[in-house]
């Protein structure tokens, strides 16, 4: 122990791997060492497998700060081995995301944050050589010669991470970082605590999953042949849209900047509302991707998913979560089930919190009427005498469909020429439409355009909660347009999750803008007492005086659903039958 203990400042690291070669099946998880390297005192330390004297170690340095890249992954370990997690911390992930972020800047793995900053550390393929042994237990726990080499790397990583620290640490506000760290303890306990699924069905599914994709692929054939060879043809696909009078957008390619006619998944979802067979073909495209690379970590032991959350991945802030089953195609959202049958699955989110946030921030008094009524996108159509007082989604399917296209379309900064296609019809129909929401909402425009111009002013964009980009010279205005409101969404998001966790309310995974929560039936009162004060104080402290309205949907029916991919879904489930 440091002679200066209460004021030491430990750089960690942790290395892990799965047994029996489960890679990824939190059941199989296996520690191998945990490293810690004290900045003042130099002090050295590697806690290997399971030894008490790691629990000893952070008994006698509560009040020190503990320093980690992504440091979920080290408050994950410690959770795993049933130690407390420390109480201070300093993540330079967070860090270093907020310092260099940028679009097309995002990547923020601790070599390349040692590289930025000019710093020691690693080659990167030696670095995943070694990793990959790890993780795989491919070494002898018993040899020195191999413990030495992941010593040295381990303690290689404390170094990097105490030295980014040190390049880190002033600019950033630590009242700021003492949320995030919040934030990430949070994340922590959700990440291992994983989504309970259907693991019978989920096997079948893996099982049959090549005949699945043939039959589901000639399913949509025998509507419109659009699939050959289980992929989709682009040709044949903007052949029907054209024979069906639908007019496809044109986009320049990022890569290459040739305009072209693509046929992506966010076209297909820009798209997909305009005839049902877009919506099958985009779903079905996406199941045929999804099932030819398993892509989602189930543990069969546990029947329980688990998923990295990436956190501040985007840009904005948002999170930008890998191998997540609300990423994969919506039917696979039906193998969600309680946690046991005394158990009820809970989804909660923000109702159009997008349109709330432009309204708070623009300080639109018109658009936070129109957002506080009951349906925001129906009442913007009645407000623009589109529809008469009274009508709902209902009545008046195609109003309200223009004018929500039109709604959200405007925070991204979308045009006549991007929201034609979508709608089907005409740029100038379309411009009419955009032309009614300036009409209407004069001050979110005037803020709009202040706070672009701003941005490039100034040469970086902030939310009041801290988090902040760089805006480079030539960058796309919609990018800076369309921030703001994301952004803040993500510092809801991020308070929200807090909120919840004070409580000890079992989340299970944020979804953008919701939540998916689990509880015993007998605790539903509880729980959603306990959603209304962490949803109300999380929006009170973004936007003060400004009430966002959420909803929440208890499913009682024995598994998730989701009426966008139970068409799907009941396609598998009817192939399944045949194939038993």
Known sequence: MSSNAQQEIWGIDTEWGYSDGRIGQESAFEPVVLCAVGLHSGERHSFWRRTRRLREFFAEHTSDLFVAHYSTAEMEYLLRRRIPVPTHWFDTYSAFRRMSNRPN??????????????????????????????????????????REQITDYCFSDCDGTLALYQRLRDPIDPQLMAVWVEYLKAVARMELRGIPVDWETYSKIDRSRHSIREELAAGVNSIHPVFVDAALSRKALIGWAKSNGIVWPVRSDPRTGKRLQSIDDDTLKSLETLRPFIAQV????????????????IDSQTSRHHFSTSLFRSVTGRNQPRGFIFSAPKWMRFLIVPESPDHVLVY??????????????????????????????????????????????HSHPTERKAYKTVNLGVLYGQTAFGIAPQLGISQAAAQSLLDEHHRLFPDFWRWTERTVQAAFDRGHIATPCGWRSRVPYGSNPRTWQNFPIQSTGGDIMRLTVIYLDRQNVRLLAPIHDGFLLSCRKEQLPDLNAAIDYAFSTAVDQVLPGFTLRWETTVFDQGRFEDEDGRPVWNDVNKLLETYT
């Open 105 to 146: 800047s995002l990547d923020a793995g601790l070599s390349f944050a040692l590289h930025q900053q000019r710093l020691p550390r690693w080659a990167p393929a030696e670095k995943k050589e070694l990793r990959d042994r790890i993780v795989s237990l491919k070494f002898d726990f018993d040899s020195p010669a191999d």
């Open 282 to 297: 985009r779903q079905v495209n996406k199941t045929l991707k999804h099932l030819s690379k398993r892509s989602l970590a």
């Open 348 to 393: 909660v989110d923000y109702v159009a919190q997008e349109i709330g946030i432009a309204a708070a921030l623009s300080g639109d008094r018109a658009l936070a009427e129109t957002y506080s009524a009951t349906d925001c996108h129906m009442e913007f159509a009645i407000r623009a005498d589109a529809a008469p007082s009274g009508a709902t989604k």
